[in-house]
């Protein structure tokens, strides 16, 4: 069955960098676009990130753009997220999830890891 | 880009039917059949059970529709159970190679 696992999660001081790691099984990964998705606190969800299934496009949020940049691995089958200059407004849980269909829709999400920017 | 609008909240006795609304813009909702709708469960991972506006993953319960007019979308959820109790969250595909959600609908099965 489909898996998702995200880890790299941890708590971070504002201006320091995390990377997330999204571990993928169970489907053939290098024939699906991946996407990163967030939820603050009390929050609803929020897009961050998505890239092609080759690695090779790439489209952020504008709120992430220019400091996160996401990447993946197809042949160890995970997805990152690399995210520079973190503020407390990046405070979230953090979803890796596949895309189904012809749209942007996300039929698999992992569980989720926890970033938590704070001084 | 700007969240999508739904209600904060929506609430039904069992049995009963219940609707949500999406409400965009031109270059969202109303510009692509590419709206899907989530239930998460608070602490567990978001569901797809409606995606390009009108259609089921495999698995999901034909108690759950939707459906779009222009700018908004809806989903509805007939033959409302305690298990639907959850937060539901539509999406669409945006004109800026993006994806926008709405901010979340708690619904509340009385």
């Known amino acids: 069955q489909v898996q998702l696992a995200e880890s790299g999660g941890g708590v971070v001081q504002p201006g320091r960098s995390l990377r997330l790691a999204c571990a993928a099984s169970g489907f053939t990964f290098s024939k699906f676009d991946m996407h990163w998705v967030r939820q603050a606190p009390g929050k609803g969800l929020e897009w961050v990130a998505v890239v092609s299934s080759g690695g090779d496009t790439r489209f952020y949020a504008d709120s992430v753009k220019g400091r996160f940049t996401i990447s993946r691995d197809n042949s160890k089958s995970t997805l990152f997220l690399q995210m520079n200059s973190l503020t407390v407004e990046d405070t979230a849980v953090y979803y890796c999830?596949?895309?189904?269909?012809?749209?942007?829709?996300?039929?698999?999400w992992g569980q989720g890891t926890l970033v938590t920017v704070s001084s | 880009q700007s969240a999508l609008t739904q209600p904060a909240s929506v609430s039904g006795s069992p049995g009963q039917s219940v609707t949500i609304s999406c409400t965009g813009s031109?270059?969202?909702?109303?510009?692509?059949?590419?709206v899907s709708w989530y239930q998460h469960h608070p602490g567990k991972a978001p569901k797809l059970i409606i995606y390009?506006?009108?259609y089921r993953p495999s698995g999901v319960s034909d108690r759950f529709s939707g459906s779009k007019s222009g700018i908004t979308a809806s989903l509805t959820v007939s033959g409302l159970q305690a298990e639907d109790e959850a937060n539901y969250y539509c999406s669409s595909y945006t004109s800026s190679a993006s994806l926008v959600f709405g901010g979340g609908t708690k619904l509340t099965v009385l």
């Open positions: 031109n270059s969202d909702v109303g510009r692509y059949n590419y």
């Open positions: 390009d506006v009108n």
């Open positions: 999830a596949k895309r189904y269909g012809s749209g942007w829709n996300l039929d698999y």
